[in-house]
């Protein structure tokens, strides 16, 4: 087996190596419970086999899309898509390598100015631009499921551009367990630190189960 060397074949192994559920994931349904300072909520959540999110029996609508929006992000960092269709496009080139051995990434062609940094066969950091303002993700703890790693500890600084004062950091820890075939979500506790206070959100999920598969 020989070791990436470009930019681009270090990238895509590092990529393909992220945990995605396949083609045949069924979706699934769970109780969910939403912890926050002198506030507990809870409803109920599906993700269907499309990967869409439905939340429901949630009091407060600001709550309810809270939690959509946590739903979405987990889908989107679980859904399946190709290299090719994800940065096929996409020129790739080496940058410094950090003394902890993190290798950059520099990316041309991407419209939200990603970069990264890749370490051994994993993505340890993200870095991107929106509008104006520009975050960064550090991955500290990755879970080896066998099929692919799941980052568990990581954290998100927010930057203005034209300033570059930080403006808020997310700090995520994240719990799993496989259900049947598919590793999901049971927990993720984010610490948001913002204009000098922190609070503390919590979003747990049980009875959780996979939906039925579609007969065909």
């Not at 349904?29 to 949630?58: F, W, Y």
């Not at 190709?82 to 080496?94: D, R």
């Not at 004062?165 to 999901?184: A, H, N, Q, R, W």
């Amino acid at each position: 087996m020989t070791h990436p060397t470009t930019a681009r074949q270090i990238f895509q192994t590092a990529y393909e190596s992220r945990y995605t559920w396949d083609e045949n994931f069924p979706g699934y349904s769970a109780d969910v419970q939403l912890v926050q300072p002198d506030e507990v909520h809870t409803g109920k959540i599906r993700i269907n086999r499309d990967l869409s999110v439905e939340v429901t029996g949630v009091a407060d609508e600001q709550v309810q899309e809270g939690i959509s929006t946590q739903l979405r992000d987990t889908v989107t960092h679980r859904k399946r898509t190709s290299f090719e269709q994800s940065h096929g496009k996409h020129e790739f080139c080496l940058g410094e390598q950090d003394s902890d051995g993190a290798i950059e990434i520099l990316v041309n062609g991407d419209s939200m100015g990603s970069n990264y940094k890749v370490r051994g066969n994993e993505i340890c950091q993200v870095s991107r631009i929106l509008g104006r303002m520009a975050f960064i993700i550090n991955t500290h703890e990755n879970f080896d499921t066998g099929s692919g790693y799941l980052g568990t500890r990581y954290d998100a600084v927010f930057r203005n551009l034209k300033t570059n004062e930080i403006t808020s950091i997310l700090k995520f820890e994240d719990s799993y367990e496989k259900i049947d075939d598919y590793y999901v979500m049971t927990k993720q506790v984010v610490q948001e630190d913002k204009d000098g206070a922190s609070t503390t959100t919590e979003f747990a999920y049980f009875n959780i189960k996979l939906l039925e598969a579609a007969i065909v």
